[in-house]
Structure formats: structure tokens, C-alpha cells
């Protein structure tokens, strides 16, 4: 069982930085891939990043590619997601989640393990 958690939302002005945290309650192997989701109000959660633990090109979603860098670390067990340059439609609550196999994948239907989220608000 892996337990997730998140940190790092908070109110930032348009055009600000943040950087989210996700930490792991226990090594999660090479063999997972992390990903980062977001959930506006009255919209789907969505896909925003992804990176596989064991290395490998990570993957964004069209609306954070060139903005957003989701990296890891794997001594602290941590996978980082650093937002430049941000948009009120940026505003949402932001999930990290790991699935296996090792892959990467857009759906919230492949991740098993989900954190509790962190809010993140970016005013005009």
C-alpha cells in the first residue's frame, strides 16, 4: 500500500510560480509512474504530468508542456511538479498518483494510489 501526500498549493498572483510536492509513504519501486492530475470546480480531473521512477522522458499535457516540470527524487521518495508562468485557469485541485506497471498513462483509470490534493489558485 502506498500512501500519498501532497503539499506546496496556495494563492498565487498570474504569471507566479509554484512548486507541488508528493510524498511517498514507502519506496515506490522503479517499476511505478507518477503522475500529476488536476480537478477544477465542476470540470473532470484531468491529466497534467507524468514520469516513470526508474527514469525516462516524462510526459505533459498539452496545457502544461513548456510551463510545468515534473521531476522526482528518489532518495526522499518525492516527485516535485514546478508551475511557471501560471494562469487563473490553472486554478484547481491538484492530485499526485502512482500506478504499476511502469508506464506512462493519461487516464485516472490506470493510477491505484491517489493523495488527498492540494489546492492551488492563481488570481488575475
Known amino acids: 500500500q502506498v500512501q500519498l501526500v501532497e503539499s506546496g498549493g496556495g494563492l498565487v498572483q498570474a504569471g507566479g510560480s509554484l512548486r507541488l510536492s508528493c510524498a511517498a509513504s514507502?519506496?515506490?519501486?522503479?517499476?511505478?509512474?507518477m503522475g500529476w492530475f488536476r480537478q477544477a470546480p465542476g470540470k473532470e480531473r484531468e491529466f497534467v504530468a507524468a514520469i516513470n521512477w526508474s527514469g525516462g522522458s516524462p510526459y505533459y499535457a498539452d496545457s502544461a508542456e513548456g510551463r510545468f516540470t515534473i521531476s522526482r527524487d528518489n532518495a526522499k521518495k518525492t516527485v516535485y511538479l514546478q508551475m511557471n508562468s501560471l494562469k487563473p485557469e490553472d486554478t484547481a485541485v491538484y492530485y499526485c498518483?502512482?500506478?504499476?506497471?511502469?508506464?506512462?498513462?493519461?487516464?485516472?483509470?490506470?493510477?491505484?494510489?491517489w493523495g488527498q490534493g492540494t489546492q492551488v489558485t492563481v488570481s488575475s
Open positions: 514507502e519506496r515506490t519501486s522503479s517499476t511505478y509512474t
Open positions: 498518483a502512482a500506478k504499476r506497471p511502469l508506464g506512462i498513462a493519461l487516464s485516472i483509470l490506470n493510477y491505484t494510489y
